[in-house]
């Protein structure tokens, strides 16, 4: 393990400056910390050596592990969002299963170590499934889908997209398909069973709604 940590290190300094931030190096140091290891037991110290820098230079910019985390989830959010502008014509619910897939498909490289986050957590996936947090995600989802997120209805709909989303990422982490099929399909699945309950009508569903409705 000391040998890959040197090698990574030595990797990470032929790089050029301009090819990866400190910000970067750090983050990365952190993810391959948590992936080969229990991430009880990663300290920032370990971190700060992994990536070859002061822990003073490691703690301006991610003072608590719990920032790493708050760094994994806003990257994940960023690509969830990024490619929600070009596909305005698909219904709803695709637009929503296609946005959690690409929250899902950001988180992949770093699949070891949001098991090993998850694991270590006080409560199954609260690190990565704690409540304002989560919620945001949700919210940022269903608008990007063009389904209300503000008003009662809206609320409950984060709160189901919520539910269903840490259900999902349980069986995310123990896909080891290329394609992620499992998770698609377990995606797909559970999306449609808490649409029917999201409108409060049979017919229900992810639609694309007026904001507060």
Same mark, same amino acid.
């Given at each position: 393990?000391?040998?890959k ?6 990797a990470?300094?032929?790089?050029? &400056?301009? @090819?990866r931030?400190? %910000? #970067?190096?750090i ?6 910390? =948590?992936a080969? +290891?229990?991430? $009880? ?8 050596e ?11 910019s ?23 502008d ?26 070891a &170590?949001? @098991?090993?986050?998850? %694991? #270590?957590?006080?409560?199954?996936l609260?690190?990565?499934? =704690?409540g304002? +947090?989560?919620? $945001? ?9 063009g ?16 539910a269903?989303?840490a ?22 699945r ?24």
């Amino acid at each position: 393990m000391a040998r890959k940590a040197r090698q990574r290190r030595s990797a990470r300094a032929a790089q050029p &400056a301009a @090819a990866r931030s400190e %910000r #970067d190096r750090i983050f990365e140091a952190a993810m391959e910390l =948590a992936a080969e +290891r229990r991430w $009880r037991d990663v300290r920032l110290v370990n971190i700060a050596e992994e990536a070859g820098l002061s822990l003073a230079t490691v703690a301006a910019s991610f003072p608590t592990k719990d920032a790493f985390v708050v760094e994994l989830t806003r990257r994940a959010d960023a690509a969830m969002l990024a490619g929600s502008d070009g596909a305005a014509d698909e219904p709803a619910h695709d637009r929503l299963h296609d946005a959690l897939m690409r929250r899902l498909d950001a988180l992949k490289p770093h699949r070891a &170590a949001v @098991a090993s986050i998850a %694991r #270590d957590s006080a409560a199954p996936l609260d690190a990565l499934c =704690a409540g304002a +947090r989560l919620r $945001r995600a949700m919210s940022l989802a269903l608008e990007s889908a063009g389904i209300g997120a503000d008003g009662p209805f809206g609320r409950m709909r984060v709160t189901a997209l919520s539910a269903v989303y840490a259900g999902t990422l349980l069986t995310w982490l123990r896909d080891d398909s290329a394609d992620s099929a499992r998770t698609m399909a377990a995606l797909d699945r559970a999306l449609r069973f808490a649409g029917g309950f999201t409108r409060f009508r049979p017919t229900g569903g992810w639609r694309a709604t007026p904001r507060g409705a």
